[in-house]
Every structure is written in structure tokens, then in C-alpha cells.
């Protein structure tokens, strides 16, 4: 079992930035593939940035070159560093940890983000 703790989410006005965390009860970035996840109200969940295969990390193209995630593999913790904000950003935020090679996966509970114009 993982537990995963998301924080850092907020209000913040549209252009400015906010850094969300996952920290996870146990160190797993050998075995799972981190990603960070997103869900407005009356849309599907929808992958907004993820390691995979290790140390390759894949976008959502609406987020490229505003968002960055990383990790930091002795605090079991994994970052998305949001800049530049728009309203459309506007989600519950989750954490996800995806088990290598299988469908297994654990999510966090989630952090609000409300991006104001």
C-alpha cells in the first residue's frame, strides 16, 4: 500500500505560479511511474504530467512549456511547478504513483487549484 499527500494547491491570479507536491509514505520511484492528473468539474480526469520509464517525462500539450514536474528521490517526493496560469487550469489536482508494467496504481486525494482572471 502507498499513501500519497498532495499540498500546494490554491487561488491564485491567471500568470501567476504555484508548486504542488506529492509525497509518498515510502520511497517507490523505483518501482512506479509518478504522474499528476487533473479533473474540472464536469470533465474527465485528464494526465497533465508524468515520469515514464524512469526519467522521461511526457506533457499534455495545453500545459508544455508552463508546467515542469520533478522529484526528489530522498524526500519520496515528486513537485509540479505550475507558471503562468490560466483560468482553463482550474482543477482538483491528483497525485498518481503507476506500478511498472502493470494497471495497478495509487492516487492522492487531490488539491484544488483556481486559477482568477
Known amino acids: 500500500q502507498v499513501q500519497l499527500v498532495e499540498s500546494g494547491g490554491g487561488l491564485v491570479q491567471a500568470g501567476g505560479s504555484l508548486r504542488l507536491s506529492c509525497a509518498a509514505s515510502r520511497s517507490i520511484f523505483n518501482t512506479f511511474d509518478m504522474g499528476w492528473y487533473r479533473q474540472a468539474p464536469g470533465k474527465p480526469r485528464e494526465l497533465v504530467a508524468a515520469f515514464t520509464n524512469g526519467d522521461k517525462t511526457n506533457y499534455s500539450n495545453s500545459v508544455k512549456g508552463r508546467f515542469t514536474i520533478s522529484r526528489d528521490n530522498a524526500k519520496n517526493t515528486v513537485y509540479l511547478q505550475m507558471n503562468n496560469l490560466k483560468p482553463d487550469d482550474t482543477a482538483v489536482y491528483f497525485c498518481?504513483?503507476?506500478?511498472?508494467?502493470?494497471?495497478?496504481?495509487?492516487w492522492g486525494q487531490g488539491t484544488q487549484v483556481t486559477v482568477s482572471t
Open positions: 498518481n504513483a503507476q506500478m511498472l508494467g502493470t494497471v495497478h496504481a495509487f
